[in-house]
Every structure is written in structure tokens, then in C-alpha cells.
């Protein structure tokens, strides 16, 4: 297993249009969770899955984005009517349990440029 | 989730021993320390986690006091390559997600 995969690397896209990005994590392990990180910040929760039920969504999730994990495996992340501030590093981890010894395994992440 | 604060930036050249302390002065009970590192262009990697006392393992050292409410991140002999930001984390290891602050930003000097 090579750890978490994430793809594409980058993705420039112009102000209004869809883009999807794709996660696919560790394959033992039950959850996925999909982050933002913007220059000079922490990473910031955005949601996470459970096998395939998303159970949490943060309110910086808006109606633009959705996120899916059909059979619990890979995850997708769209946006839809891409936003100037869209613009970030889009980070997927993966994890065994909740708060596992050895903690989340992050991507390298999707950065986003939207123009 | 108990709040932290860490110094946001830290300089320090090649060999040294690099000491990052962070303060979480509402850590809860059940509550573990956690510090991640993270590199340009990548995501986050686990570093180390405790509860008390001292932990050590290849990458690094974690120093927490009795009372828990601060900690120390002990990087030993430095290098170039150990340039990154740092991040400090405490909660329960049931909570169902990790939340980042902004980090400390490590800079090592030739």
C-alpha cells in the first residue's frame, strides 16, 4: 500500500466552472476525511466519512461543495461554480478509527487555482 | 477541543537541538498531545503523541509536565531537511476529527 493517494496534484480552472478531486486512501482503513489548507494556515476540517456515511460536515462546506464515498472506498470532492476563494490546498487523510495511534495519513493534497 | 498556542516562527541552525514548546491550558482529562510536521507541498505526517510524562521515539521527543498544560516538542541534532511547520494538537482520542491551529514555522540555518 502506498499510502493515500490524491489526484490531480493541481487543477487551474476558471472562475464558474465544476472541478473534482479524488481521494483514495489507505484500503484498511474505515475513515476519510477532506481538509482546506490556504497559505500560511492550518489545515481546517471541511468533512469526514465513516465506510460510506458522511457524518460530520463543517459549516465552511457550502452548498457548492459535495463530497462522496460510494462503497466506503475512494472519495470524490466537487465544487460546483468555482470561486476566486476556492482557491487552497484540498488535503484527504485517512485513518483507522477515530483517533488512532500513529494518528491520520494525509495526502500530498489538490491544489486549486482558480482564475 | 482544548485551544493551543505555539510561537509562530522559530530559527535555528544545523546540529542544534530544537525545543518547540506549546501551551493548551484547557487540556481535558482525557485528552492526548499530538504534533504533526508538514512540508511544502505536502500533507501533515503523525510525528509523536503522549499523554504524560515523556515519549520518545526516532524522530523525536515529547516533554509534558505533571500538570498538562503545556508541551514540549524536542527535535534533536537538526538538519536542513527538518525545515517545516509544526503543528501541536490535543484531544480525545474519541473526538471524531483533528483540528489544526496556524502552526509554528521552523526554519533551520546552514
Known amino acids: 500500500d502506498t499510502g493515500v493517494s490524491q489526484d490531480p496534484r493541481h487543477k487551474i480552472t476558471k472562475r464558474g466552472q465544476n472541478v473534482t478531486f479524488r481521494c483514495d486512501p489507505i484500503?484498511?482503513?474505515?475513515?476519510l476525511y477532506w481538509y482546506r489548507q490556504t497559505l500560511g494556515q492550518g489545515p481546517e476540517f471541511l468533512t469526514y466519512f465513516q465506510n460510506e456515511a458522511q457524518l460530520e460536515k463543517s459549516r465552511l462546506l457550502s452548498d457548492r461543495f459535495s463530497a462522496e464515498r460510494p462503497k466506503g472506498s475512494f472519495s470524490t470532492l466537487e465544487i460546483q461554480r468555482t470561486e476566486q476563494g476556492d482557491s487552497a490546498m484540498y488535503l484527504c487523510?485517512?485513518?483507522?478509527?477515530?483517533?488512532?495511534?500513529?494518528?491520520?495519513?494525509f495526502g500530498s493534497g489538490t491544489r486549486l487555482t482558480v482564475v | 477541543l482544548a485551544k493551543t498556542t505555539q510561537p509562530i516562527s522559530m530559527d535555528s541552525y544545523e546540529g542544534q537541538e530544537v525545543n518547540i514548546t506549546c501551551s493548551h491550558n484547557n487540556i481535558a482529562t482525557n485528552d492526548y498531545i499530538t504534533w504533526y510536521q508538514q512540508f511544502p507541498s505536502q500533507g501533515p505526517r503523525f510525528i509523536i503523541q503522549?499523554?504524560?510524562t515523556k515519549v520518545t521515539n526516532e524522530v523525536a521527543s515529547l516533554f509534558i509536565p505533571a500538570d498538562r498544560k503545556s508541551s514540549t516538542l524536542s527535535l534533536p541534532r537538526v538538519s536542513l531537511s527538518d525545515t517545516a511547520v509544526y503543528y501541536c494538537l490535543v484531544g480525545d482520542k474519541r473526538d471524531d476529527k483533528i483540528i489544526f491551529g496556524k502552526g509554528t514555522r521552523l526554519h533551520i540555518l546552514p
Open positions: 487523510a485517512s485513518s483507522l478509527g477515530s483517533r488512532p495511534i500513529g494518528g491520520y495519513t
Open positions: 484500503s484498511e482503513h474505515n475513515r
Open positions: 503522549g499523554y504524560k
